[in-house]
């Protein structure tokens, strides 16, 4: 079994920034990517960023050249760099796990940025 905690967020003003991170721990083999996603409307979580095994980085349009995701293989961490934050962007911040083909996910972050 897998867990994930998350950790940062919190309160910013427009234009600042924030870093999140998730760290695995427990049965943390077979890793096949990670990456961030926020709440949308219903039961929608919205890709923010993605990173692989390979370290290949994929990002959702709206954060493109602001955001970074990155990771700590030796510690499992995904960490998500937020530069330029807007207020549209208030919301709550997931991150997933993916380890043998199974998703895991942490329970969640407020991001809150004030304008």
């Known amino acids: 079994q897998v867990r994930v905690v998350q950790s940062g967020g919190g309160l910013v003003q427009a234009g600042g920034s924030l870093r999140l991170s998730c760290a695995a721990s427990?049965?943390?083999?077979?890793?096949?990517?990670g990456g961030w996603y926020r709440q949308g409307p219903g039961n929608r979580r919205d890709l923010v960023a993605t990173?692989?095994?390979?370290?290949?980085?994929n990002y959702g349009h709206s954060v493109r050249g602001r955001f970074t995701i990155s990771r700590d293989k030796a510690d499992n961490v995904v960490y998500l760099q937020m530069n330029s934050l807007k207020p549209e962007e208030t919301d709550v911040y997931y991150c997933?796990?993916?380890?043998?083909?199974?998703?895991?996910w942490g329970e969640g972050t407020q991001v809150t940025v004030s304008s």
């Open positions: 997933a796990m993916d380890y043998g083909s199974k998703l895991y």
């Open positions: 427990g049965t943390v083999s077979s890793f096949n990517y």
């Open positions: 990173i692989n095994s390979g370290g290949y980085e």
